[in-house]
């Protein structure tokens, strides 16, 4: 398959770490060195990983392409800092798993998060945070996941994908407004620029591959009336009334969509999370997904300038 097939998928890249604990192997190389850890991985090749934060996503995610089989919509590639033997037991732990996941990138020691552009990649989810803050930092959207490991029961084949807004599907800048003027600086900032468009931020390609996938389900719905749509989509916002308007026509302006939005004016996010059950939610903040995580597969995108300070921001 030639490279540039990868342009009409929706490509997300993911360190081992994301996708499967670790936690044991980890310990092993943090506490006893390299080449104890090449023969523990040796040792345990054919034991199969148990599932990580980011599994139940990836696997439903991967479901949707029986939504083409000839030509699948979605291409999740493994981004390692593992060389090639000690990644054996990644390989067979996917297979193991039953994941359609057959590309990988296995580099000694580095993280490859440099090679994203060349495989079109609009997300890379990583359990390492000095991978994700490199790669943010080099202007690529990368996330580093938290949460509970493995909790993926539910028999439906749902997706439910959640986003904050300001720092993730839009750039940072209202954020800055509100670090420098408070909350009555940010809405008067806000409600006068309602009708101009926000910059994109680090993950609105990522919604827009998303809504592509939206869109192949709303087209097998109309030729099959029993089609149950799986992915749902939903915008989770610290925002309130009268600031709610501008993301409301930034998504509009961008051309991309959500399914839900809840503007809820600093109510916390783990309530809401613990009803709506994403398989995944991002966010800029960490005191954000530090409270999802304890329930909610969460992915803390560290972008902007909320990044560089421990200040609160509107979300």
């Known amino acids: 398959m030639a490279v540039y097939e990868l342009k009409n998928r929706l490509v997300v890249g993911i360190a ?7 936690a044991e192997a980890d310990a092993v190389f943090r506490e006893q060195g390299v080449q104890a850890y090449r023969a523990y991985q040796e040792e345990h090749l054919d034991d199969t990983l148990g599932k990580g934060v980011a599994f139940p996503f990836v696997r439903r995610l991967l479901s949707l392409n029986d939504l083409s089989l000839d030509d699948p919509l979605v291409e999740v590639i ?6 090639p033997d000690t990644g054996l037991r990644v390989m067979r732990s996917i297979q193991s798993h039953d994941l359609p996941i057959s590309r990988a990138i296995f580099m000694q020691g580095r993280s490859p998060y440099r090679f994203m552009p060349a495989l079109n990649m ?3 989810l990583s359990a390492n945070e000095d991978d994700v803050r490199e790669a943010v930092a080099f202007g690529l959207p990368a996330g580093r996941v938290l949460g509970p490991a493995g909790t993926d029961e539910d028999d439906d084949q749902d997706l439910r994908i959640a986003f904050d807004f300001d720092g993730i599907l839009a750039d940072d800048a209202s954020e800055q407004v509100y670090q420098a003027g408070g909350i009555d600086g940010f809405r008067f900032h806000e409600t006068t620029n309602a009708a101009t468009p926000h910059d994109p931020g680090p993950l609105r390609d990522f919604l827009a591959g ?5 869109q192949r389900e709303a087209e097998r719905r109309s030729e099959d009336a029993y089609y149950k749509i799986r992915v749902h ?14 993301p409301v026509r930034s998504l509009k302006n961008w051309g991309v969509t959500v399914n839900d939005a809840f503007f809820l004016g600093g109510i916390d996010k783990s309530t809401i999370m613990e009803v709506l059950r994403p398989h995944i939610f991002f966010d800029d903040q960490v005191g954000h997904v530090t409270g999802t995580s304890h329930s909610t597969p969460s992915v803390h995108v560290p972008f902007g300038k909320i990044n560089e300070s ?3 921001a509107p979300g």
Do not use: C
């Open 16 to 22: 081992s770490s994301a996708l499967f604990g670790l």
């Open 78 to 83: 493994i981004l390692s800092r593992n060389d």
């Open 122 to 124: 609009s997300l890379f």
């Open 210 to 214: 998303v809504n592509r996938l939206q």
């Open 233 to 246: 989509v939903s915008l989770v916002t610290a925002r309130a009334a009268p600031a709610h308007e501008r």
């Open 310 to 312: 421990d200040g609160p």
